[in-house]
């Protein structure tokens, strides 16, 4: 059994007045509020959606 990298997910500015994309980005990531947290599985796919919104991420290994 193989273990995934994982990486820690924070909202550090709110997503007030963004692109809907962005936002849509944001809520696929799991995080909700300013400040709120996430544990995503190091995937094409979601650095995909960080890379989107990385303005508004602080991204660290978990």
Request: net charge positive; hydrophobic share 40%.
């Given at each position: 059994?193989?273990?995934?990298?994982?990486?820690?997910?924070?909202?550090?500015?709110?997503?007030?007045?963004?692109?809907?994309?962005?936002?849509?980005?944001?809520?696929g990531?799991?995080?909700?509020?300013?400040?709120?947290?996430?544990?995503?599985i190091?995937?094409?796919?979601?650095?995909?959606?960080?890379?989107?919104?990385?303005?508004?991420?602080?991204?660290?290994?978990?």
């Amino acid at each position: 059994m193989t273990t995934q990298a994982k990486l820690k997910v924070t909202l550090v500015k709110s997503t007030i007045g963004r692109l809907a994309k962005h936002k849509a980005c944001v809520v696929g990531l799991g995080l909700r509020k300013t400040g709120s947290s996430a544990i995503v599985i190091d995937t094409p796919e979601n650095r995909g959606m960080i890379n989107h919104v990385s303005y508004m991420l602080k991204v660290e290994e978990a």
